[in-house]
């Protein structure tokens, strides 16, 4: 067995998860023992200090993305923040109108929303994208109309990598007077977001894709030119300006904050230094095996993204044969499903196509001797799967 297979293995799957950055776990531990209060009871100091707490994150957060500190609520997730935007904006707009405009490739968490605002009635349209995993802005132009309440775009996709015209989507939702959201789980921390710049009026992020804790999120909400109203989804209490009801996570939130200060700091070098790994982990493997090809587009795309299709292999049978390295088949919330990704095959309906799809997502600790083994074991492992079918 080799030094590497007796070694932990690679970690190449940071767009499921990225794990906690020991800082982070450094600010958070005196907020589960000694800082312990609840950040409401703020009339005696165990309760002021977690409220200062919060109060940090908040700013640290708002740093991040170019937003104001009263502008983010906390929630569990992501998934928790698209759901709000989604369900509290069509129903507190329902006066107004009932069209929601979304994109095929969204992750299910705006997806499955969609589907459900759809149940209660409301209109939603489903843009497609192009080869690369990009909408149209034209028809999007095309598909606003009088009775539409929001667009929702994702800023980066989970899967291939491909990022959104963003400051192009957010002056043509200015332009007409509706609101904007980005599910930005992926972009925040990867790439430069600021929602005054971007015209943004709602984004949804998450901590654990940023080196902060998992079960903590935040969503944006414009305060401001304009204002945006929504109805909560969950009562009692009347925590984060009536938005979200519940006692704070505060550890959590605490983690959250300092993983956005961190992935500020660090962004500009850090994004840099993995976008030249990811380069050479796709050369490497395309010397070896010509055939491969880059799913999503090839340069408007996250810096530590690669999603390629390996013809005639079985994404599933090369996870399987290589343990030491930790990659992934498509996107981690529907691993278990054994149909193909909705992702891939909205950019190329070929399912086979689908099912012979991998995905890298590099990370702080990824190093090159990292990508050059891996560049090496999955070559051989590809050549090794041909042999079989040959």
């Given amino acids: 067995m080799s030094e590497r297979a007796t070694a932990r293995p690679i970690y190449l799957d940071h767009h499921a998860t990225t794990p906690i950055d020991p800082r982070v776990l450094?600010?958070?531990l005196p907020y589960f023992t000694q800082e312990f209060g609840n950040a409401s009871s703020k009339d005696h100091i165990f309760g002021a200090r977690a409220s200062d707490a919060?109060?940090?994150a908040r700013q640290?957060?708002?740093?991040?993305?170019?937003?104001?500190?009263?502008?983010?609520?906390?929630?569990?997730?992501a998934t928790e923040s698209n759901n709000t935007a989604l369900l509290g904006v069509m129903e507190s707009y329902a006066d107004r109108g009932d069209h929601l405009i979304t994109c095929v490739t969204e992750h299910k968490a705006i997806l499955d929303t969609a589907t459900r605002l759809e149940h209660l009635g409301k209109r939603v349209t489903y843009l497609p994208v192009d080869r690369f995993g990009s909408i149209d802005l034209d028809l999007l132009r095309s598909s606003i109309t009088e009775k539409t309440i929001l667009v929702s775009i994702m800023a980066a996709n989970n899967e291939i990598g491909t990022l959104a015209p963003l400051v192009e989507i957010g002056k043509i939702t200015r332009e007409r007077g509706i609101l904007f959201h980005t599910d930005a789980t992926q972009a925040v921390g990867n790439i430069a977001i600021n929602v005054e710049r971007m015209y943004i009026d709602l984004l949804s992020l998450s901590s654990h894709k940023i080196y902060g804790p998992k079960g903590v999120g935040a969503l944006y909400v414009r305060r401001r030119n304009p204002r945006v109203l929504m109805t909560p989804l969950m009562w009692g209490g009347g925590h984060e300006r009536g938005l979200r009801s519940g006692t704070l996570n505060v550890p959590g939130i605490a983690g959250l904050g300092h993983a956005a200060k961190l992935a500020q700091l660090l962004?500009?070098?850090e994004s840099e230094r993995l976008r030249g790994l990811r380069d050479q982990l796709f050369a490497g493997i395309k010397e070896r095996v010509p055939a491969i090809?880059?799913?999503?587009?090839p340069s408007d795309r996250l810096p530590h993204n690669l999603s390629i299709f390996v013809p005639s292999v079985e994404a599933k049978g090369l996870v399987v044969a290589t343990p030491d390295i930790a990659f992934s088949t498509g996107a981690a919330c529907t691993s278990e499903r054994v149909e193909p990704s909705h992702v891939l095959l909205a950019i190329h309906p070929d399912q086979a196509r689908a099912h012979q799809s991998i995905r890298f997502g590099l990370g702080r600790s990824t190093t090159l001797d990292e990508i050059n083994y891996t560049v090496v074991r999955l070559s051989d492992e590809i050549f090794h799967a041909h042999r079989l079918r040959a």
């Fill in 60 to 77: 640290q957060i708002a740093g991040l993305i170019g937003a104001r500190e009263a502008e983010i609520v906390f929630t569990s997730g």
């Fill in 26 to 28: 450094e600010v958070m």
């Fill in 54 to 56: 919060v109060d940090t």
């Fill in 267 to 269: 962004m500009p070098k």
């Fill in 293 to 297: 090809e880059i799913n999503g587009h």
